[in-house]
């Protein structure tokens, strides 16, 4: 009988003995209390307490968590947005007494500090600021952080503004706003290269205008020097030069007719003129013509001279 009583004893103090020991994790702090006073902090490792004298008031994670906030401001330019900020931080762990007693809910009080830096930078700032200088807006948060929760035992490690985003029809207008830009890029691009299409172009007709000039130019001047070359001739044979002049007229004018003769699809353009004045042209033509072949006839006929 009395067996049956000490197995219940037995069993009772197996039980204490065993809730005397505790293990904590690494990266983890325990915090002791005795009698309900704060008596200890105990670190990574296996660990005694006195059976229901000490017990554990809780546990801290010393590892690097975050939090992420989203904040609803306005801009300086009456446009509302949304951030989101994310909040890296940390129990410094010389200081876990002060992360337990000091602050019961440190999400809280971090998010409340978020909220008052970011409505109080946002609003001086455009839109378009807002976009590049979010790295100012996370270094202002983390200051004040830093500022306020190291009393508390919490190190901010770091703070980032990890999304931004404007009320849709204001992307709507910046879209638009950006494809209206774009598109007038392009045009004065497309305006440019029409541009210099032209003034290229027109260098072209130019430089083609002053070559076909000076081709004209050369041609004449070549025409020029045949026919003085011819009247030379001419004059060494005795005709003077008004007599070598009208046969050269004459003889181009037939030139003239056989080539237009030789073309099956040539136009012939008569200019007006006068009946008596072309008329008198012919007679003079066929006159000077007769008489180079007459002159042509009698240097045939004379003789070279013998010489002594």
Known sequence: MGSFIFIPIIFFLLIVLISAFFIVKQQTAVIIERFGKFHSIRQSGLHMKIP??????GRLSLKIQQL???IET???DDVFVRLKVSVQYKVIKDK???AFYKLDYPHDQITSYVFDVVRAEVPKMKLDDVFVRKDDIAIAVKSELNDAMMTYGYDIIKTLVTDIDPDAQV???MNRINASEREKIAAQFEGDAARILIVEKAKAEAESKRLQGQGIADQRREIARGLE??????NKVGINSQEAS???VVTQHYDTLQSIGQETNSNLILLPNSPQAGSQMLNDMVASFTASNQIGEAMKKQKPKKLD
């Open 171 to 173: 992307k709507e207008a």
């Open 96 to 98: 876990v007494y002060d």
């Open 68 to 70: 992420d906030v989203i």
């Open 74 to 76: 306005k801009t300086l």
């Open 246 to 248: 009208a046969l050269i």
């Open 52 to 57: 229901l004298v000490d017990r554990i008031a």
């Open 229 to 234: 070359e011819s009247v030379e001739v001419l």
